[in-house]
Every structure is written in structure tokens, then in C-alpha cells.
């Protein structure tokens, strides 16, 4: 078995650090994101961690005070990235409805703006913690007002805006909950659709085209 610890550093091109070396707090948070996606937050133990990175476990107290003080570190960087993330981008300018419905897809194709499995686990998470759920909550909440003002700046009325809201971002988690084995190709090809669908405009082909380029430069799935 490897030695290797599983960090994530600055430099991918570095050589790993192994033996008794100092990690930081930054990878403790990071391995401890990779257990709760890969394996669930009942798995996030310092030892479990410590075995990973092939250090001590008490460099863990460096950093944090108790497993309890490192999950809550772990929801405030879901925070801070997924939610911050698709509200950024729901809030990016856009010279047309279609264009900003674009602008939040990104968070679709980019896992550098909106880690997808990420979000899963902490959804996953809140099923065992009344403290995740309520941090869930708000954050669905803080995104949907994101959506509605969105549709919103564009002229839509009060209901209609929450409601396609509603319609943009339930399907999406239905969509990635799916898991669907798509190529590319096809859901490229249903961008258009979709849009029209979202917001009742047809889209611009240069939007379409651009945003199919993005896709391509981020998309994780089959290239073809």
C-alpha cells in the first residue's frame, strides 16, 4: 500500500509529501472533503485522515479543536464556494434572459465554480444532522432568491419569476441526481430547448455557441 498522502497541494506537479511532515489546516479541510464525497461524513474520523496523509493525528489539534469544529469548517466552505458560486453567477450581467440562464449553467459544466458532488454530500449529510439540514435549507433558499431575481430584471412578473426559479433549479438537482451517462454531444445539442423552456425566449445562436464552447473547455464526462 502507498504511503502517499492523498493532499491537495498548490503545485499538482510537486512531489507528494510523505513521512513526518507538518500539513495544514487547508489539508486536513481538504481530505476531509474528498472522505465526506467518496465515502460520507460518518467516515470523517482523525484517524481515518491521519492514515490518509500519513501523518499524526495530533497535528489534527494544530488546527481544530475537535472533529465537531472541522465539520463545521467543512459547511462553511460549501458555503462559501457552491452556494457563493451559483449565486455569483446568477448575478453576473447578461444582455438577455437566455444569456443569464448561460451564466448559471456554468456552475453545471465547471467543478472549479460548483463541485455537483459536493452538494450531493451535504444533501446526503443533512439527512443525519438537523443543523445540515437548516444550513441546506437557508442555502437552497439564498439560491432560489438568487434565480428569482434573475428572471425578475428581465421582466418577468413577481410569480412567474419564482416560479421559473423553481423550474431552473429543482430540475437541475433532479437532472445531476439522475446521473444520466449522456455524451456531450447530446446535451449540447439540447441547450437551445432547454433555454427556450427556461425562460420562454429563443436563444441567440451566438449564446448557444458560446456556451457550447465553455462546456466544452470544462465538461468531466464522455468528450464525444
Given at each position: 500500500?502507498?504511503?502517499?498522502?492523498?493532499?491537495?497541494?498548490?503545485?499538482?506537479?510537486?512531489?507528494?509529501?510523505?513521512?513526518?511532515?507538518?500539513?495544514?489546516?487547508?489539508?486536513?479541510?481538504?481530505?476531509?472533503?474528498?472522505?465526506?464525497?467518496?465515502?460520507?461524513?460518518?467516515?470523517?474520523?482523525?484517524?481515518?485522515?491521519?492514515?490518509?496523509?500519513?501523518?499524526?493525528?495530533?497535528?489534527?489539534?494544530?488546527?481544530?479543536?475537535?472533529?465537531?469544529?472541522?465539520?463545521?469548517?467543512?459547511?462553511?466552505?460549501?458555503?462559501?464556494?457552491?452556494?457563493?458560486?451559483?449565486?455569483a453567477q446568477a448575478e453576473a450581467p447578461a444582455d438577455t434572459i437566455t444569456a443569464a440562464v448561460c451564466n448559471v449553467h456554468r456552475c453545471v459544466v465547471n467543478t472549479g465554480l460548483f463541485d455537483t458532488a459536493l452538494d450531493f454530500a451535504v444533501r446526503d449529510w443533512a439527512r443525519k444532522s438537523g443543523k445540515v439540514r437548516r444550513a441546506l435549507d437557508q442555502s437552497d433558499e439564498r439560491r432560489l432568491q438568487a434565480l428569482h431575481a434573475m428572471f425578475a430584471r428581465y421582466g418577468y412578473s413577481e410569480i412567474e419569476a419564482e416560479t421559473r426559479a423553481r423550474v431552473l433549479y429543482y430540475m437541475q438537482?433532479?437532472?445531476?441526481?439522475?446521473?444520466?451517462?449522456?455524451?456531450?454531444?447530446?446535451?449540447?445539442?439540447?441547450?437551445?430547448?432547454?433555454?427556450?423552456?427556461?425562460?420562454?425566449?429563443?436563444p441567440k445562436p451566438e449564446e448557444v455557441k458560446e456556451f457550447s464552447?465553455?462546456?466544452?473547455?470544462?465538461?468531466?464526462?464522455?468528450?464525444?
Open positions: 500500500m502507498s504511503t502517499k498522502p492523498i493532499l491537495h497541494r498548490d503545485d499538482p506537479e510537486a512531489e507528494p509529501l510523505v513521512g513526518n511532515v507538518k500539513v495544514t489546516r487547508d489539508d486536513w479541510l481538504n481530505v476531509a472533503m474528498d472522505v465526506l464525497i467518496s465515502d460520507g461524513v460518518d467516515q470523517i474520523k482523525v484517524l481515518n485522515l491521519a492514515e490518509r496523509m500519513a501523518v499524526s493525528r495530533s497535528s489534527f489539534y494544530w488546527y481544530f479543536k475537535s472533529r465537531q469544529e472541522l465539520l463545521d469548517a467543512l459547511l462553511s466552505r460549501w458555503q462559501a464556494t457552491n452556494t457563493a458560486a451559483l449565486i438537482i433532479g437532472y445531476d441526481l439522475a446521473q444520466l451517462n449522456e455524451p456531450m454531444s447530446t446535451r449540447i445539442s439540447m441547450v437551445p430547448h432547454y433555454l427556450y423552456v427556461f425562460t420562454g425566449v429563443e464552447a465553455y462546456s466544452k473547455r470544462y465538461w468531466k464526462g464522455d468528450p464525444s
